[in-house]
């Protein structure tokens, strides 16, 4: 069974400042997906960025940008710019491939709060 | 395009009682699958449904169960209700064929169970 863990609870950072998130996470799986997600106050989840295990490069999304480290089984979010809009919790995920299907490992969020 | 609809948002039972819940998805997407988030266990994979069929389940008692239709809406129902069950229920939408995990999430219904 695959398990995700994220060992910051809260973070706070200040507007236009760089935050990280930490993720780690056990799988016996050669070939998966990296996911983060983010749980605004209105609670509707959205994919931030999403990393394909088999691909070395980091995956990018504007402001957001993963590091991705197989042999560790890392996976953190790094956040630039911060903007009082990034206020969320964010969820680290894992999807393995085998099996089929969609079926998400979610870590337990990190709350984060970006402060003026 | 309209995201995933779930309903009702909001819903009250007692313990023993049953629930339905209701999640539409985006038009197009085959994959429904449902998430239960509690403050302490966090969020646990229900199970998700893809062309009507059961394609993955968690580990769940068998009092929670679910369906999808041909038209890809699903369905949650919660049999013999327990406090504990008091939780954000959370549908998520994709395309579905591959799991690529790209997963587009409803608002969710908050249960309370009194």
Redesign the interface.
């Known amino acids: 069974a695959q398990t995700v863990t994220q060992s910051q609870p809260e973070m706070s950072v200040q507007e236009a400042e760089t935050v990280t998130l930490s993720c780690t996470y056990d799988t016996s799986e050669n070939n998966y997906y990296l996911f983060w997600y983010k749980q605004p106050p209105s609670r509707q989840m959205i994919l931030v960025i999403r990393q394909e295990a088999y691909k070395q490069q980091n995956a990018t999304e504007n402001r957001f940008s993963v590091n991705f480290q197989k042999a560790a089984k890392s996976f953190s979010l790094k956040i630039s710019d911060s903007q009082l809009g990034d206020t969320a919790m964010y969820f680290c995920a894992f999807e393995g491939v085998t099996g089929g299907g969609n079926k998400l490992t979610f870590g337990t969020g990190t709350q984060l709060k970006v402060e003026l | 395009k309209a995201?995933v609809t779930q309903t009702p948002r909001y819903l009250i039972k007692t313990r023993g009682q049953q629930v339905t819940l209701s999640c539409s998805p985006i038009s197009g997407h085959r994959?429904v699958?449902w998430?239960q988030q509690t403050p302490g266990q966090?969020?646990?994979?229900l199970f998700?449904y893809?062309s009507e069929t059961q394609?993955?389940k968690?580990n769940f008692p068998g009092r929670f169960s679910g369906r999808q239709f041909s038209n890809s809406r699903s369905e949650m129902n919660v049999s013999t209700l327990e406090l504990g069950d008091s939780a954000?229920y959370?549908c998520?939408s994709?395309l579905?064929a591959?799991?690529?995990?790209?997963?587009?999430?409803?608002?969710?219904s908050r249960l309370t169970v009194l």
């Open positions: 995201g994959s699958s998430y966090g969020l646990q994979f998700e893809f394609r993955n968690g954000l959370l998520a994709s579905g591959a799991n690529t995990g790209e997963l587009f999430f409803g608002e969710g």
